[in-house]
């Protein structure tokens, strides 16, 4: 098994370990950041397999611009329960 | 009875999903050669545009007009999320919609980190030609710092009129040059308008630099647009 392979399967486990718990988790921060750990984790693998472009656009839209986003959201949800 | 239909669904369209990737995995053998347009792109790139960056020249130059298409996408998502949110924009004079105030360490440590973001951002779409990145990432960066204004201090806004501006000049000056391309080189968004320069250089690669930067402002600005209308909107009372 070359290095390669071995990267991958080892990115593949991980980030559908962080979808599972996004998707099992009772706490939405925990939720949105591991959400945002699938993109991250696509990124690396997009740059292993010589793609810097999409690596980059994957990690500043998927796991960057997307993740604030949520946090962005669920600031205004949390100011309207305080009310 | 309804219970269990209710469960099987989803696991019948995952076993159709899981076979579908299966079948595409399983029949997948990696080329050898490249495909004819891919092995042109390669050998062709350098001496056609003097970019350095393959990736750049086919998004900016060979495939120029699939790009205008998406910048145009991105557009009119920004223009119907603020058309959406008028409805519910907060009054001249009132603060929107604001958050709880935000920490110390947030505040300082915004006021630290968005102008290296910012010229980060400005470094990846101008580098656009000549290493990894380009318009839509670097977009995407400064985007991302401008958010990170508005978490820190809700009150400063930005002024809508300016995104707009350099939106709309973004746009239109993009447009203008891939005419240009069609009047005094080879077609619409050919970047031979400008001379190709010294290969390797920031500025070489013809009018891709200066496309790659409209680009990017232009993304940069629609994004931008998109979280400050989100953030202007009003609370429901």
């Known amino acids: 098994m070359t290095l390669l392979t071995f990267m991958a399967a080892l990115l593949a486990v991980a980030s559908l370990g962080a979808a599972v718990i996004a998707l099992v988790t009772r706490s939405t921060v925990v939720a949105v950041l591991s959400a945002g750990l699938v993109s991250l984790f696509a990124s690396v693998m997009f740059l292993l397999l010589a793609a810097p472009d999409v690596a980059m656009t994957e990690a500043a839209?998927?796991?960057?611009?997307?993740?604030?986003?949520?946090?962005?959201?669920?600031?205004r949800i949390r100011r309207e329960g305080t009310k | 009875m309804n219970f269990t239909t209710r469960k099987a669904i989803p696991l019948v369209l995952l076993l159709l999903l899981g076979s579908v990737f299966y079948a595409l995995f399983a029949g997948y053998t990696p080329d050898e050669t490249l495909n004819r347009s891919a092995s042109y792109y390669a050998s062709q790139t350098v001496q056609d545009t003097g970019a350095q960056n393959v990736v750049t020249a086919i998004i900016v130059t060979y495939r120029g007009l699939d790009t205008l298409g998406e910048v145009?996408?991105?557009?009119l998502t920004a223009a119907i999320v603020g058309l959406v949110l008028a409805h519910?924009?907060?009054?001249?004079?009132?603060?929107?919609?604001?958050?709880?105030?935000?920490?110390?360490?947030?505040?300082?440590?915004?006021?630290?980190?968005?102008?290296?973001?910012?010229?980060?951002?400005?470094?990846?779409?101008?580098?656009?030609?000549?290493t990894p990145g380009g318009g839509f990432q670097g977009g995407a960066i400064v985007a991302s710092a401008m958010l990170l204004m508005l978490l820190s201090d809700s009150a400063e806004r930005f002024s809508h009129r300016l995104i707009s501006r350099i939106e709309s000049s973004a746009g239109l000056t993009y447009v203008i040059l891939?005419?240009?391309?069609?009047l005094f080189a080879g077609?619409?968004?050919?970047?031979?308008?400008?001379?190709?320069?010294?290969?390797?250089?920031?500025?070489?690669?013809?009018?891709?630099?200066?496309?790659?930067?409209?680009?990017?402002?232009?993304?940069?600005?629609?994004?931008?647009?998109i979280l400050t209308s989100l953030e202007a909107t009003e609370d429901s009372q």
């Open chain 2, 178 to 182: 891939g005419l240009l391309g069609m």
């Open chain 2, 187 to 225: 077609g619409f968004l050919d970047n031979r308008i400008l001379p190709l320069g010294s290969f390797g250089s920031i500025l070489s690669a013809g009018a891709i630099p200066l496309i790659y930067a409209l680009i990017g402002l232009k993304v940069g600005a629609e994004f931008s647009s």
């Open chain 1, 61 to 75: 839209i998927g796991s960057g611009l997307t993740t604030f986003l949520f946090f962005f959201v669920l600031g």
């Open chain 2, 88 to 130: 519910s924009k907060a009054p001249k004079g009132r603060s929107g919609s604001g958050f709880l105030p935000s920490g110390e360490l947030l505040t300082t440590g915004t006021r630290m980190l968005v102008p290296v973001i910012l010229l980060f951002g400005a470094y990846v779409f101008l580098n656009g030609h000549l």
């Open chain 2, 72 to 75: 145009t996408v991105l557009f």
